[in-house]
């Protein structure tokens, strides 16, 4: 009997083509660059600022979204209500907002001429062109990955522990700190680290509306495309930086989540 | 002395029963699957809210519908075995059979849990964590009958 060995080898092709596609352009930012000059290009105060930038304000959004995301994804995975649907699709959005339009949007909203700005500007918050608006732009586009991962970890959990709990004497906001959290710690987890991926890749609606001022706004992202027609060495190494930093925490989540984090057959 | 008397709606199943059971008595409810026998013990231990319904235990209203009484589940202190038992599988078998005990310091209440535990003969258990129910399912003790570390925490 004649075995189908073409579908393997056009499986095989495919995954090559794909792999190398995929991580040519990565090895080739760490190729472009010898050591020394990465590292000599890091020395210098824009691309320290801006690193320090990126760090400060992608870990204030980031508490923001666990604190007030986590309660929030908790509600939606617990009790149904009428309109919960569009609820979670109006959370949703932001996914597949283009960036660009989310800095609009953003502007529209809380910036000097939208249509809450008076009333941020009235609470004393400046937020277009400042560090604020930064962490405003970040938690906008990055939170809905933490919520919709938060959900589905919530909702995964079974119900009748949380049902135990409570027959123990446990009130549900008890049973919500001491067992559903967690007992959900792992697709928390995930979904924080997805978040944070796209907190520190952000690029579009900070630059709308934030703007791009060195220790202000810049974030890495940013100073990455300020220089990169003037000094190619130096946005190849940040770029080298962020690489590394998102490997980390993409290794973290796999490490977390057994690998089976970012989906997969073998998770069940 | 603890008295049902629930009328629900739970999906398909319509739910319209009253049961009484006496101090000491023992009370078994048979019936096909989807009869509603969990549904009955929901409602006493206000996991559920039936539509109608009257739950007594012991002179206490815990549920009156009509009067608009409903203490909640966790102030019943109404033990309740889990068909799949809901041990936590983030916390050991002491922390489990501890789950309940409060205002006491780590140590007083572990080792309340694990006198419970060793009375059931799994004092050397008290560390393990997650394999345990399939440990205690593996020795055949749980066919029917709710495994010794759930009886612990009920």
Redesign the interface.
Known sequence: MRRPRWFGVVLAVSLAIALTFLTVPVVAIFVGSSPADLISSLGERGSLDALWLSLRTTTISIAIILIVGTPAAYLLASRSFRGKALVVTLIELPLVLPPAVAGIALLAAVGPAGILGGAVEAAGIELSLTTAGVVVALTFVSSPFYVRQAMAAFAAVDRSLLDASRTLGASEARGFLRVMIPVALPGLASGMALALGRALGEFGATLMFAGSFQGVTQTVPLAIYDRFSTDFDSALALSAVLVALSAAILLAVKFVHGGAALGGWQAE | MLSVEARATVGALRLDVAVAVDPGECLALAGPSGAGKTSVL?VA???LRPAQGLVEANGETWLDTEGGIEV?????????V???Y?L???LTAWQNVA??L?RLGRRERRARAVGLLERLGLGERADARRRLNHEITARGLSQGAPPPRSRA?A
């Open positions: 929901r231990a206000g996991l909640p589940a966790e102030r019943r202190r109404c033990g309740y889990f068909q799949d809901a936590f599988p983030h789950y309940p409060r925490r």
